[in-house]
């Protein structure tokens, strides 16, 4: 093991920056074999959309647009769309023209406008915005300078409670106690589908659930006091389902309460390259309390989720490379799924020289298979050259869970697996375990290699090992985390820092 020195961080941190400038300025080189349409802040819907001179505008008309197998849809560079894409297989989105990547941001206008909020409770500065919104995951101001804290009550009998004590209705003054507080409220379309044996109206959350948004703003309206909010909306960008061999090329992502890229099914030949991803998810998935990592929630408990790019479901040849994925509320990218009783097969995976920061999960993957499914399994998935760093670090750690960050999130089910392996990566600090990898059988777990890993003295290493017997323990990473990276985990030429 070597001790960190802070030349060696500096280091790091360069090696970081050169990655993500590399993606950032990364030129156009897709090739698109059938037509191309070309899309533009100041284009028209009523173009024929086949050159930049004749450009569409809204992603509206992307969605809607009769698009075949082969065809490709650029974007100009420099300009912001604002929405979502529901994609047509075969078909590939991308960038054109001179500077920054086309930015995609997740609801239909920029908040900083004064004349959207209004004072609602002066005493304790809190803001109403006027409009309804759907659920936000977060309000980003200032391209990142700040972001909120999102407040989330249950729904318990016809009433919001406090999460943590129930018997309490939830008062918006007295919770929202930090500047740039959010709450958002709805209470639209409810439904009594039983869930824990209770069948008492929740709210019926969706993309559709448009509801009330408040922010606590101690320097006054909000609209005045930054120059740019962005909500991170209850939507997902690039909605792929399960339509074959789309591809996103150099595109940035950002604002977007669930998915930037949602993949489901069984996805084949989805490719994800060069695009910049970064504020996702946190918004609220439903009220139903079945979230596994919180058991002892009931019916009218919250659940958030959110992740950079995922898909749920089998694939097939699913890739992505070369992207800068930050500050997600969950996963910067996964492959999962709870199988259900149906056979799914997960093969031709490669996570491949991307940088992901400020995560809870800078990779999720899972297999459970339940009702009766012995079949669905993982094949060929490959973890290389990637540069991962402080997961748990970033806005996703509002989670009431903070124990489950890794930089590769595995959890602890069956994750059949074969011609798996996680080598060439630089696991750079993690808030809880660097790593979990288990599953039902120890041969399932990947084949390790010329890793390097980072981090403090004290700070879990993770789990890696068969769970058929019992659970492996979380190993420690202290002055013989090296040995345990070899004999342990199996790995060969890993490097090893730790920092004091």
Known sequence: MIRVTDEFLKQIDELGEKRKKEILESRDAIEIKGNTYYVSADGDDKNDGRSPETAWKTLEKVTDADLSVGDGVLFRRGDIFRGFVDVHPGVTYAAYGCGDKPKFYGWDKSLADPNLWEIYDSEHNIWKLKEDILDCGTLVFNNGEAHSRKLIPSYINGKFVCREDESKLFDIAREMTEDLDIVCFYEGRMTTEETHGQTFPIPDIDDESLGELYLRCDRGNPGDVFREIEAVPRRSMFMVGNRPNVTINNLCLKYIGVHAVAAGGHSVGLHVSECEIGWIGGSIQHYLGTDPNYPQGGRGTVTRFGNGIEVYGGCEDYVVSDCYIYQVYDAGATHQITT?????????????????????????????????????????????????????????????????????????????????????????????????????????????????????????????????????????????????????????????????
């Open 340 to 500: 259900r009783g149906k056979k799914f097969k997960m093969t031709g995976i490669r996570y491949v020289n991307n940088l992901i920061e400020y995560c809870v999960y800078s990779i999720e993957y899972f297999l459970e298979k339940t009702n009766g499914d012995t079949e669905s399994y993982i094949d060929d998935c490959e973890i290389s050259g990637n540069i991962m760093r402080f997961s748990g670090y970033g806005w996703g750690q509002q989670r009431h869970n903070k124990n489950t960050p890794a930089h590769i999130k595995g959890w602890s089910y069956e994750n059949t697996a074969s011609n798996y392996s996680v080598h060439d990566n630089i696991f750079d600090r993690a808030a809880y375990r660097m790593l979990h990898l288990v599953a039902k059988k120890a041969e399932s777990c990947p084949e390790m290699y010329d890793n390097t890993y980072i981090q403090k003295l004290g700070l879990p290493l993770g789990q890696y090992g068969a769970n058929e017997i019992e659970e492996p323990e979380i190993m420690t990473f202290d002055e013989k985390a090296d040995e345990k990276i070899s004999t342990v985990m199996g790995e060969r030429g890993a490097k090893v820092y730790f920092i004091d």
